[in-house]
T-cell receptor, first 109, second 114 residues
Framework: EDQVTQSPEALRLQEGESSSLNCSYTVSGLRGLFWYRQDPGKGPEFLFTLYSAGEEKEKERLKATLTKKESFLHITAPKPEDSATYLCAVQEGNYQLIWGAGTKLIIKP | EPEVTQTPSHQVTQMGQEVILRCVPISNHLYFYWYRQILGQKVEFLVSFYNNEISEKSEIFDDQFSVERPDGSNFTLKIRSTKLEDSAMYFC????????????FGPGTRLTVL
């Protein structure tokens, strides 16, 4: 049973076209929810941590939000350099990360 | 925050051979992790290492895997007898200095088992 589910699997947008990526989770006792960016052949790059429902974090064109069952990564007016796979991961009582399969984002100029 | 460095960047080996993957922290952190990512699949937790001891390990981390910090600096993952299905990217990660749970990843080692 998947504990972390990301949707959509892939998303193609035109440059400047805003959208949102979803991460739903079913773990109990959430310690934290993390968003990462991964470029092909590279390690995940840390973006945000969210700890409690209602929390929001922003960085440039990205904004992450958290509810009790899901998180959204909103991307505003994206640029081609935002193209990457965006990964969501959660922590329960211990420190290991449980990962979603990611959303592959492609921004066309 | 600086991450960790990993060597080699790519390792090709024959099935049944032993491989050692290395992780070198930029600064003196206590908490480290190994993850793997098979091509096109999810990142999977292998093991966490705290203060020179294994803290947690997953079902994937069976007897063919081991971790060490042999010289107090480098942090190694050894696979004793590689199988074809061990082919993957292996990532080392460390926690941030804030201690809030964020993990910072190295560039990874691509392991190819032939």
């Amino acid at each position: 049973e998947d504990q972390v589910t990301q949707s959509p699997e892939a998303l193609r947008l035109q440059e400047g076209e805003s959208s949102s990526l979803n991460c739903s989770y079913t773990v109990s006792g959430l310690r934290g929810l993390f968003w990462y960016r991964q470029d092909p052949g590279k390690g995940p790059e840390f973006l945000f941590t969210l700890y409690s429902a209602g929390e929001e974090k922003e960085k440039e064109r990205l904004k992450a939000t958290l509810t009790k069952k899901e998180s959204f990564l909103h991307i505003t007016a994206p640029k081609p350099e935002d193209s990457a796979t965006y990964l969501c991961a959660v922590q329960e009582g211990n420190y290991q990360l449980i990962w979603g399969a990611g959303t592959k984002l492609i921004i066309k100029p | 925050e600086p991450e960790v460095t990993q060597t080699p960047s790519h390792q090709v080996t024959q099935m049944g051979q032993e491989v050692i993957l290395r992780c070198v922290p930029i600064s003196n952190h206590l908490y480290f992790y190994w993850y793997r990512q098979i091509l096109g699949q999810k990142v999977e937790f292998l093991v966490s290492f705290y203060n020179n001891e294994i803290s947690e390990k997953s079902e994937i981390f069976d007897d063919q895997f081991s971790v060490e910090r042999p010289d107090g600096s480098n942090f190694t993952l050894k696979i004793r007898s590689t199988k074809l299905e061990d082919s993957a990217m292996y990532f080392c990660a460390r926690t941030g200095t804030g201690g809030r749970g964020e993990q910072f990843f190295g560039p990874g080692t691509r392991l190819t088992v032939l």
